[in-house]
């Protein structure tokens, strides 16, 4: 027999990273003058979050930022993203800005860099302040004028240190999921021309981050939205399948991504808004589809389609019993590293993708005699990230990847059941304990290669 061939190695330089997001992991919600956030608010109503969990205290990174740190070099990390609340900066959304929220970050962003690792800084990871959730919200033009002082107000503080920026989080967990379904804060169904005009305002407010790193950023900076595109998968890797598994992409992206790269919303879109058209002003796509560096995708599970009858492009549902990790969105589906960024290229043309999030979530992660035996996670990691070196190899241009997570922490309505850290934390005495796969991932970064 031959030895096991070894996986193919990335390309020299890619990006290897984990990610994290501030409402997630550093608690201190009252802390040094924070304002309330929505999702501060959203977790104190009873039913919202699993066994009534708040983020109020989650990881306490605030406080712990400098051993997190220590840990995340020992782990062999580079790169890290993570998320500013603007509720820290902007207690109210506008206004006063609150200078121990700004020092804050400087003195992290210092910790940071002392321990050699390379801030990712997401602007925007869902933490809206509620002060202007209470003025209209997304629904409201207030919000990306709001965020638009607040976006110049980072980058002109840590743009001396931080190059890269990621303008908003998954655009669609925070509008139609937030205003047009009651998972995601502040939980409230709206009529569809509401929903689509939150829509339209975050674009405006990922236009505006845009502009304020290009003004204030300084040299080498660079910026990308974190878009969750819904991926589809050719059953069988065929041209006609492959051929319908694009169209389904393309319809099912349309709404984020047109206006981004093509200044406009696509005919079929607004086809599909019917009456509930979102209001647009002059200027705005202008301001939308400034051009970016970088495409950002976060990307855990698909979908399958086929080419069904009459030609026509075929969605495929998901059967119940198919295999997925505790989350239950979250299918095992590795080709979706493939076909994901592989479409988003061919289709938008873009030339640097970085997967700013995959992972897997689980309940029973437990730590025994100071062992976490994650193998499920690693084999789930594995699986996909072979997928991901096969596209780069036949030409997707992804320049990195970032795991979610660093550190188990706060998962929005699933609260502190569902893990999807390569750190164990333990949530009563804030003891972290790096995972099996938080070894197996140190080796996969250092050798450039799956293992
Ligand atoms: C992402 N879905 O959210 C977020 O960016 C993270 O904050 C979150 O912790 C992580 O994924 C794991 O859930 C998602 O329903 C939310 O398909 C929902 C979905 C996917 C990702």
Sequence with gaps: MHAAKASPAFPARFVWGAAAAAAQIEGAARVDGKGESVWDRYARKHGNILHGDTPAVACDHYHRYAEDFALM??????????????????????GAVNQRGLDYYQALIDSLLAHGLTPWVTMFHWDLPQ??????????????????????????????????????????????MAYGATGKAPGV????????????????AHGH????????????????????????????????????????????????LDPIYRGGYAPAYLRQCGSARPRVARGDFALISQPADF???????????????????EKIPTPPHYPRADSEWL?????ALYWGPRFAAEVYGEKNIYITENGCGYD?????????????????????????????????????????????????????????????????TQRRTPKLSARWYRDVMAANRVL
């Design 73 to 94: 070099r020992r782990l062999g990390l580079k790169h890290y993203r993570l998320s500013i609340s603007w509720p820290r900066i902007f207690p109210a959304g506008d």
């Design 331 to 335: 299918k095992h589906t590795p080709r």
């Design 131 to 176: 002060a202007l959730e209470d003025r209209g919200g997304w629904r409201s033009r207030v919000v990306p004028e709001a965020f638009a002082t607040y976006a110049d107000t980072i980058v002109r503080a840590y743009g001396d240190r931080v190059k890269n920026w990621i303008t908003l989080n998954e655009i669609r967990c925070f509008t139609s």
């Design 295 to 313: 495409l950002g995708l976060n990307i855990y599970s698909a979908q399958f389609a086929r080419r069904g009858a009459g030609g026509r492009p």
């Design 364 to 428: 029973d992660d437990t730590v025994t005699r100071g062992e976490c035996h994650d193998l499920h996670r690693v084999e789930f990691l594995r699986s996909y990230l072979r997928e991901l070196v096969r596209a780069i190899r036949d030409g997707v241009p992804v320049r990195g990847y970032f795991l979610w997570s660093i550190l188990d922490n706060f998962e929005w309505t699933d609260g502190y059941a569902r893990r999807f850290g390569l750190v164990h934390v333990d949530f009563k």
């Design 209 to 256: 981050a845009v502009r304020a790193v290009r003004e204030h950023g300084g040299r080498g900076a660079r910026c990308g939205l974190t878009d969750n595109c819904d991926v589809f998968i050719p059953v069988t890797e065929s041209a006609a399948d492959v051929a319908a598994a694009q169209a389904c992409f393309v319809r099912a992206n349309l709404a984020i």
């Design 189 to 204: 169904i709206e009529p569809p021309a509401v929903v689509n005009q939150t829509i339209h305002h975050a674009l405006l």
